[in-house]
């Protein structure tokens, strides 16, 4: 009976060590193909992005039908890795408490810096897809989206970030008319905290 155990459990290392060898034989080039694939490196684009991070006071100026209005806040704007910022605006709407919050990253397959916008006084996400120009202080991002001057259709807009320095950034947006113009309904001026 003692043979009988011990040679049941010299059969057992041997069927053990086999199975663990060729569970490594199989998961090994798998292994070492993940090891080859390298991640991708961020490209000068992306590195742009970095000078948006941090906080920033905001002076929010919105024209309508002749009329302008002013309010307060503030953005916060931190990275995903080293791809993408998120950028949370805070503020009033109408009176009323708002938030806002902008993704922005570089797509290098489309060649364009692209993003989302959403906000607590509307259900729509509007995308974004821009570029740079040549000086690389102004980020050009076109979309559609809804505008009160044309109700029940979407509009084109065109929303202009311009580096002024390291502490001070002007945003714009501008909605084109039926007409064809393009009218400034936005601006925002941000200084650094």
């Known amino acids: 009976m003692r043979r009988f155990t011990t040679a049941f459990g010299l059969l057992t290392v041997f069927a053990l060590t086999a199975f ?15 090891e080859e694939m390298a991640m991708p490196e961020p490209q000068a684009e ?12 905001s002076e929010v100026h919105v024209y309508m039908e ?14 995903i890795g080293e791809f993408w910022t998120v950028a949370e605006n805070q503020g009033e709407f109408a009176g ?24 607590s006084v509307s259900g729509y996400l509007w995308v974004y897809e821009g570029e740079l120009d040549a000086s690389k202080k102004k980020l050009t991002l076109r979309t559609k989206g809804h ?13 202009v970030l311009e580096l002024k320095g390291p502490d001070h950034k002007v945003f714009t947006s501008s909605v084109q008319g039926k007409d064809g113009k393009w009218t400034k309904g936005m601006m925002i001026e941000y200084r650094r905290k």
């Open 20 to 34: 663990a060898l060729t569970a490594f034989a199989l998961t090994a080039p798998a292994m070492a193909q993940q």
């Open 46 to 57: 992306h590195r742009w992005l970095e000078q948006l991070v941090g906080d920033w006071s």
């Open 66 to 79: 002749g009329q302008e209005t002013t309010s307060q806040g503030s953005e916060h704007v931190r990275q």
């Open 96 to 119: 009323q408490p708002f938030t806002g919050v902008q993704t922005l990253g570089y797509d290098p397959e489309k060649g364009k810096y692209v993003g989302t916008w959403v906000d």
């Open 147 to 159: 505008c009160p001057m044309n109700p029940g259709e979407l509009s084109n807009f065109e929303e």
